[in-house]
């Protein structure tokens, strides 16, 4: 199978983790994008969606789904949504995207986190892919330099505002061996919104496109 198609194969195989009536947390990205489409062959057994972007809601709503808002949501039994990169740990680095902050709030709300990536995002290590990190754009440089002696090398997305009126840092050359410990880290420097590492509030379940066909991690 493509790439392609086992991103579509992901894609279908998340319908069934949808628990009829729900409302559904879907992520952003081409995997997402994909998983909306196959949503939208069963939007009559649920009752809406919560976006993890602008973009997402988009396309939610191009299918007539309807996009809830998720301060209304007491109860989001199911996210779904891809990875850049996903250990078998269900650790992953997120965000190549942008839309790491929204992912991760809307994450910390669902009950079970479904993952689903073709077989080029499954790594032993995390860090190969850039780490997406969301910025307060006036401390742009201060958290630079704080990356810097953490090892890493952070490269600003150019032309790249996130839903949220900030910034991207994409931090390279990193070999993330503690995931929860480099997230917490991270998420104490102050500017930084949210980081893409997603090892705190890994993912439940993972749907992994591969040759054969669809295989389904969960921890
Ligand atoms: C967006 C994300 C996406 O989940 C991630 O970039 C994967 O995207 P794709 O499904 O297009 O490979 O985190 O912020």
Not at 23 to 40: K, P, R
Not at 128 to 150: C, D, G, K, Q
Request: glycine share 10%; net charge negative.
């Amino acid at each position: 199978m493509t790439q392609d198609e086992q991103k579509r194969a992901v894609a279908a195989a998340a319908i069934q983790h949808v628990p009829t009536g729900c409302i559904v947390g879907v992520g952003t990205g081409s995997t997402a994008n994909y998983f909306i489409d196959e949503l939208a062959k069963i939007k009559h057994k649920i009752e809406g969606a919560v976006a993890s972007s602008e973009a997402s809601a988009q396309r939610l709503k191009s299918h007539n789904i309807e996009v809830h808002d998720l301060n209304n949501v007491s109860d989001l039994p199911v996210y779904v949504d891809g990875a850049d990169e996903i250990t078998e740990n269900l650790h992953m680095v997120k965000g190549g995207g942008g839309a790491l902050t929204r992912e991760k709030i809307v994450a910390a709300v669902a009950r079970k986190f479904i993952c689903i990536t073709d077989q080029s995002k499954l790594v032993n290590v995390l860090g190969n892919f850039p780490l997406p990190i969301e910025v307060i754009p006036m401390a742009r440089s201060y958290i630079a330099r704080e990356i810097v002696l953490l090892g890493g090398q952070p490269a600003l997305r150019h032309g790249f505002t996130t839903d949220n009126g900030n910034i991207i840092l994409d931090v390279h050359g990193l070999q993330i061996m503690n995931p929860v410990e480099l997230e917490t880290t991270l998420n104490q420097i102050t500017g930084v919104v949210t980081n893409g590492l997603f090892a705190c509030r890994g993912a439940n379940t993972l749907l992994l496109g591969t040759d054969e066909g669809v295989r389904e991690m969960t921890i």
